[in-house]
């Protein structure tokens, strides 16, 4: 889902972002608020420090906080964050009960402490900004490590089958030889029982080594 469609589903639960084309008809929400733009909704981030940040060593542990704080995001002066909002839609007294009912009830609590809607979704709009300008600048990196690493392998693979080849050789180079080997002292024997036998008509002890 795109930022703008999220940004159309998230002020359509809200209440403060209408869709110029679908205006007229949708029907009228229950939950009446003012209405504000996309334009209103977008904030300015530190995409500089965000990008410094994704190129820092090992930077897929960064924590998602310490990206908000390099992109500059910081709570409004009455301290409310989506972040606080979305731990307090997990309590007990939201999480079982009905949208409509909550969607009240959270309205309730937020204008009891004069708590903006829009600063809210503004809050929740800049650290999806955030992650996706982090994002943005941390592929090129995982991408090029990705590659060497592809290119290592191949390099690897080819190195493998040049070794299985070479080893296929040394094992032919040793079978041969011990063919060979066992035929020369085949042929050793054969000639030593030769020279015995000759030299037993001159002597009666044996002189000649054999494998006996």
Known sequence: MSLLERLEELGDRLGIL??????EARAPTKILTRKVTLAELMTEIRAGEVRALAELPAELTVPF???YEAAGIAPATHGWTVERLRQLLLTEPFRERDRV???KEILRVLAGEKVEIEDLVKDAVARDQALDQFEAS???????????CQR?????ESKLQELESEKARLKEKIRLDTEKWSEWRKQKRAREHDLAW???????????STDE
């Open 18 to 23: 209408q869709k110029p084309e679908a205006a």
């Open 65 to 67: 906080e310490k990206i």
């Open 101 to 103: 009912t909550v969607q």
């Open 138 to 148: 941390a592929r090129k990196k995982v991408e090029e490590r990705m590659t060497a």
């Open 152 to 156: 290592q392998m191949a390099e690897i």
């Open 198 to 208: 000759t030299v037993s008509y001159l002597i009666d002890r044996p002189v000649i």
